[in-house]
């Protein structure tokens, strides 16, 4: 089975720097776009970043000049790397993925169980 999992997430002082990275894993044929989310305690989950399959990013502009989203085709590996953190960015951060699986190009989304980000002094 496809699975995504994150990691990287802490503690961090405002201004300080995490990175972020997710791993896919199973029977995948192509990483078509990879992205990360967030969602603070009662808010709704916002769009941070993507990155498409031919590296084209498109961030929120919360974040714009402060993230940073890459990946590594060969190991299935998108990253969010963060600086100048603020406690606004604090949230549990969810990797999605839209993967083709099996043989065929195709479509198919998926979550991690998402890494919890807290910025404080």
């Known amino acids: 089975q496809v699975q995504l999992v994150e990691s990287g997430g802490g503690l961090v002082q405002p201004g300080g720097s995490l990175r972020l990275s997710c791993a896919a894993s199973?029977?995948?044929?192509?990483?078509?776009?990879m992205g990360w989310s967030r969602q603070a305690p009662g808010k709704q989950r916002e769009l941070v970043a993507t990155i498409t399959s031919g590296g084209t990013t498109n961030y929120a502009d919360s974040v714009k000049g402060r993230f940073t989203i890459s990946r590594d085709n060969a190991k299935n590996t998108v990253y969010l790397q963060m600086d100048n953190l603020k406690p606004e960015d604090t949230a549990v951060y969810y990797c999605?993925?839209?993967?083709?699986?099996?043989?065929?190009?195709?479509?198919?989304?998926?979550w991690g169980q998402g890494t919890q980000v807290t910025v404080s002094s």
């Open positions: 999605n993925a839209d993967l083709s699986v099996g043989r065929l190009y195709n479509h198919n989304n998926y």
């Open positions: 199973g029977n995948i044929f192509r990483i078509n776009i």
